[in-house]
């Protein structure tokens, strides 16, 4: 008898449905290409309207207080809820997810690029914030579940890192030659087109596998930990103006940490977690994401001084400006590439970390050195490069640290608090290092008197030295903390060193490319 006649009714349809899931889809590099844009997108936007806010707080009249929100409203509301929305994503598919990210991140920057006022773009980039917190974490999971096969899977993590590691680049370049030669907005009005061919990708190549979904999401862990956040950073940015010690500042202050306080309750009762506290519990894990968070937090400061620095204090053209930061860029890729990578099999993460954030922080070190007639290929360009290169050495075995070990149930917000501690600490680290350049350059011009051109140039250099001497401070204790907190082994001294890795680091280490 034919042993096919004794299978029950349907298994045999059931059989070609499941191979028919589980086959590699044959447009799936076309599918890639879709979310290759939507990555380049939100990474794009971290640099390239850093370029543009001179002229944008000049048309818009933009105090130099504020300006640092131009950029906070967008970090705050993206590493807020990057953890919600790859819930989202697991609620609603991530495919649609994907594309509601990309239809509300290109209507959220036609906004901000119509902008009237302060009011409106600072709407627009936390709006922006919000549907790049949806489509970053799926962008992320379609790679992972597209891609089955290891060596493919090893490929396309290799473009999709390339694309994160190249759009900030990018973003430099085409932010400097948009602003420059068209006009700011259009920093903004860019994301566009760049989400309609993403969305059209989307649609034609992607698709979701079918596979159990949440059922819940943890909004209350969400509410909390945003509004503790924006609470801390709204005191860091008031302390300019009502000083450190003002009823707001310290009222703030203790409604960020009250909520936080809060939200670590609420994440050890919740049965769906927005952030499962064991992820949390591990020490090499909590010592390689508060790394991050520090060394995020003195880095961040440094692009918008720098911005200011070239373009308002040395006269730089925005293009110029943009080429000016490429130095760094290709310095951060030669470390994570051609030094991290290398060494990380074989070497102790803290023996690579500790080193690169030394580099680091003698970098910034040397640039509070800048005067009003620096050089820049003796002061600024040795800096970066440096700075660049520490950075690199740093953050591919901080992250990879970070998901070492972590449960295939938590490899997901593993990946999703790395990238947040890295948006938060941005975040933090602007408000708190514009508060202490425009406070210190208050400072200067009250101590000597002066409010002449030439003397309004010197205090606003000397503000910028201050607070670059404070993003100093932040990279040493993150190279402390590395020293004391992280005890991790060589991966090639694991046990599961010959294991294939899991998703996520995977793509944490492509990142960094």
Known sequence: ????????????????????????????????????????????????????????????????????????????????????????????????????????????????????????????????????????????????????????????????????????????????????????????????????????????????????????????????????????????????????????????????????????????????????????RDRNRGGALLAVGLSTIGMFGLFLFLTYYLQVIQGYSPVRTGLAFLPMTAGMMLGSVGIAARLLPRVAPRRIMVPGLVIAASALAYLTQIEVGSSYLLHVLPSLVFLGLGMGITFMPAMATATLGVAPRDAGVASATVNTAQQVGGSIGIALLNTVATSATASYLTTHGAANEVAVAIGTVHGFSVAIWYSTAFLVAAAVVAALMITARPRAAHPDAGRTPEPAEEALAAALV
């Open 1 to 280: 008898m034919d042993p096919a006649r004794l299978e029950p009714p349907g298994t045999a349809a059931a059989a070609t449905t499941t191979r028919a899931e589980t086959a590699p889809d044959p447009r799936r590099w076309w599918g890639l290409v879709a979310i290759a844009l939507a990555q380049l997108m939100v990474v794009l936007d971290m640099t390239i309207v850093n370029i543009a806010l001179p002229s944008a707080q000049a048309d818009l009249g933009i105090s130099d207080a504020d300006r640092q929100w131009v950029i906070t409203a967008y970090t705050l509301a993206f590493g807020g809820l990057l953890l919600l929305g790859g819930r989202v994503g697991d609620l609603i598919g991530r495919k649609r997810a994907l594309i509601v990210g990309l239809a509300g991140f290109a209507a959220a920057s036609a906004l901000g690029g119509a902008a009237a006022n302060l009011g409106m773009l600072l709407g627009a980039r936390a709006l922006q914030g919000i549907f790049a917190a949806l489509l970053a974490p799926a962008a992320l999971s379609l790679v992972t579940v597209t891609f089955t096969e290891p060596h493919e899977r090893a490929r396309a993590f290799g473009i999709y890192g390339a694309i994160a590691g190249g759009g900030s680049a990018v973003g430099l370049i085409v932010g400097g030659l948009l602003t420059q030669y068209v006009d700011w907005r259009w920093t903004l009005l860019v994301n566009a087109p760049i989400a309609a061919l993403a969305i059209a990708g989307a649609v034609a190549f992607l698709r979701d596998r079918r596979e159990q979904r949440e059922t819940r999401l943890d909004v209350a862990g969400a509410l909390l930990a945003s509004g503790g956040l924006l609470a801390i950073v709204y005191g860091l940015s008031e302390a300019e103006q009502e000083g450190w010690t003002a009823p707001l500042v310290l009222a703030m202050f203790a409604v960020g940490l009250a909520l936080l306080a809060a939200f670590v309750v609420v994440e050890r009762r919740t049965e769906h977690a927005l952030l499962p506290l064991r992820v949390l």
